[in-house]
Each structure stands twice: as C-alpha cells, then as structure tokens.
C-alpha cells in the first residue's frame, strides 16, 4: 500500500526578501478601481476584469523571470493601452506599475524594446485625450510632468540594479581576495617554517642520536654535543619568536569578546570564572583562542545549551582553561576517547606547545572540555645560565 503524502504550501503574495515595497504600491491600485466605478455595464464589469488581471500580472512578475517576465509585462502593457483608449485616458498613469519593471532587465535590447513600447502607450493616450471634446488643454500641464517621471523611472530603476550588481559582485571580489591572502599566508608561513626550522631541526634530531652514541663511550664529547644542541634549540626558538611576531594572533581577551558576542546571537549566556590571561607568550595565545573558538563552535551547533562557562586557573607552571555547558551532554557517556575533525585538530594544535586535551561530561549535564598547558618560566639568570 502506497501512502500519499500532500505537502500544504502557504499562498505567499510576494517574495520575502522584498519586503513591504510590493504592498506599498498596491495603494495606487485603488485610483483605477475608483475610475471604473463610474462606468457601467460592459466597461464596469470587462474593467474590473482587466484590474484583476493587472494585478495578477504585477504578482508574476515579481516571481517569474525569462519569456514568463516578458508575457506578464507585456500583459500589463496591453491593459494599461486598453483602458486607456477604450475607457479613460487617464488609466495612463497605471504605466507606473510596468514602469517599475522594465528597468529591472539586463539586456540593453530588452529594455529599450520595453521602454518604447511605454513611451507608445503614453502619447496614445494623451492623443486620446485630445480627441475628446471635453478635455481642457490645461490638463496637460499636470499630466505631462507625470508622463516625464514614467519614461525617466525605467532609467532610474535599472541604474540603481546595475549598482547592486557591482556591489554584490565587489563583496565576492573581496571575499574571494580575502580568502587568496589567507592562503597566501599559510603558504608563506609553511614556507617559512620549511626554510628557518627544517635544517635546524634536522640537525637537532642528529646530534641527538649521536649523543645517545657517545654517552657511555666519550661523555666529554657527549656532553659537549648536548651543549651543541642547547644551543640549536635556542636559535630554532628564536627564529620561531621571529616567524611568530610577523603573524597576526589572536590573543584571550579578544577571543573572549568574540566568543561572548557569538553566543549571544545564538541565544546562550557565557559566564567567565577567572581573569584570561595576558602575559602568555603570542603563540600560546594564539593556540588557546583557536581551541576555545573551535569548542564554542560545537557547542552551538550539537549541544543546544542554553549556559556557557569559561574557567582560568593558574599554577606556577600550569594553566587550566575548561568550557563547559547545560546542553544533552555526550552521547553513551563517552569520553574523550574518540575525537572528531575539530577536537583531534584541537588536539594537535596543543601538541604544539605540550599542552593536552579532555572532553567529558559534565558535573550534572553538558560537556566539559578541558584544556592543560605547562608553562615555563626562566629567569634571567637560568637563561643566561644555559
């Protein structure tokens, strides 16, 4: 047995992203409406049935696009000149309405075709108008400034799309060169670590294998290699200062502002226990915010939490950042064990300067991630000691 399922769409008049703009110009609908209820018998119903239809039409166009744009904008043409001519030459003015459309094409063909065939419309109209042995000439004075607004408006309104045009295509241009310079500079700094760190450490890694040779056959020798690699080791930290102050890190304090404001646009509090600390080295720094913008990251997308906490605490050789929250928690009450593409590059990351991951449940509900960075601390005197 097959089940039929219907799925009940929701009449939508016009589309959403243009807003309130579409009904605003429904008001000038009312004017033709007031004009044909002084007609009667067949113009008072064939009008009404030709507003209808323009309206109809003025819906469509706002939906449709190809040959269907060119029918429905052709429609409103041929009511607008019907009306005109057959019933009141003041029905003209519903030339607004097509008006509006026909600088929305992007064809330059398309659009004077379009354009002439209102201008047409106009002085058939007014021609109309003059015919009728009743018209004053000085009616002219007001309708002639309107006629001008219509045929200018088309310009107006493909000017003004044009430049919508170059600015969504300016926003993809800088987006596109931002993400080329952000590849440029993980080239750059992968070409830089390659080419200050590769050889030194390289050098490093045999120089310990030849101490761990010498030991017990020459430790003079052995300790005079080992003093070698100190000193290797110092420069590769130097030159990873060096590579480190030409980045731009992130620091704490402004992940935590960040992190604050994005949890906000989703609707969950943060609360911070502790003060984020400010004398870490850049490179610390930068690794700690990258974890805690990663962990609020999951967070608002597989914990539907409602309350977030940040905790800082320090010992003289440990720092300890934890995130937790009140969301469902992990699933099976699994741990830490299995990580996903963004705790294990957490992970990695941390490698990176010593530091470790725990993902685990919480006290009562939620996640807590903590995270756990030894931190080193030379005096002056240890440093010129080494």
Known sequence: MIRMTTVKRKL?????????????WLVYMVIPIILINLQMGTKLFGGYALILLFFIAYRQLHWTTGARYHLWLSVQFAIMAILSLWINPYYVFMGFFPASFIGLYKQE????????????IIFLAIFKAGLDADFDPLNLTYIIPFMVVMIIM???????????????????????????????????IARDLHDTLGHTLSLITLKSQ????????????????ANEIQLTSRAALQQVRELVSDMRTTTISEELAETEHILQAAHIQLHINGAAPSMLPPLMQNIISMCIKE????????????????????????????????????????????????LNGMKERLGLIEGT?????????????TIQVPLTVKTQQQEESV
């Open 210 to 225: 030849l101490v761990e040779k010498l030991v017990i056959r020459d430790p003079v020798r052995a300790a005079a290699e």
């Open 357 to 369: 991951l725990l993902l685990e449940n919480g006290n009562s509900t939620g996640c807590k991630l």
């Open 154 to 188: 088309p310009f107006a309104n493909r000017s003004h799309q044009k430049r919508k045009e170059l600015q969504k295509q300016l926003n993809a241009a800088n987006a596109q060169i931002e993400l080329l310079i952000k590849r440029e500079e993980r080239v750059r």
């Open 109 to 120: 063909k398309q659009f004077k075709v379009a354009l002439a065939a209102l201008i047409i």
């Open 295 to 342: 962990s609020v990251t999951n967070m608002i997308k597989h914990s539907a939490a409602t309350d977030c906490t940040i905790s800082f605490t320090f010992t003289p050789s440990l720092i300890t950042v934890s995130i937790e929250d009140n969301g469902i928690g992990l699933p099976n009450n699994s741990s830490n064990q299995q990580y996903g593409n963004g």
């Open 12 to 24: 939508q008049l016009f589309p959403k992203e243009d807003g309130y703009y579409p009904y605003v």
